[in-house]
């Protein structure tokens, strides 16, 4: 049996509207853009944070890592991209799978991760 999920929805109507643009002549968005260097930074910075978290969380009473620190720097690290006001296609594109895999770890689940998105999206430069 075929679940129709919030997200399922929008996929199926997302795809209704870039056909129907095309039908109507409009160019589809462009995919091959590569995002802004700044933003391959902080993804670069979450993921060494995540790693240094990890590597914590193995080492508690053992070695010189504070988790509670790592949790820190990681939480940081992720609510720099949440917040990251993504504007080119290539950096929309390159945030929204980033965290897309975050959220599929169960690991965007702070209030603060979606207050932080709404916001960049009300960015204005």
Do not use: T
């Amino acid at each position: 049996m075929s679940r129709i999920n919030r997200r399922a929805l929008l996929l199926h109507s997302g795809s209704a509207v870039v056909a129907s643009s095309m039908a109507l002549g409009a160019k589809p968005p462009s995919r091959d853009q590569e995002p802004s260097s700044y933003l391959r930074a902080l993804i670069e910075a979450h993921k060494a944070a995540y790693a240094e978290f990890g590597n914590a969380l193995h080492e508690i009473g053992g070695g010189s890592c504070d988790p509670s620190r790592a949790s820190q720097e990681e939480e940081r690290a992720l609510l720099a991209i949440c917040g990251y006001p993504a504007v080119g296609e290539g950096d929309r594109l390159a945030k929204a799978r980033y965290l897309l895999e975050i959220e599929a770890r169960g690991e965007l689940d702070l209030a603060e991760h979606m207050q932080a998105v709404l916001r960049s999206i009300m960015w204005k430069g």
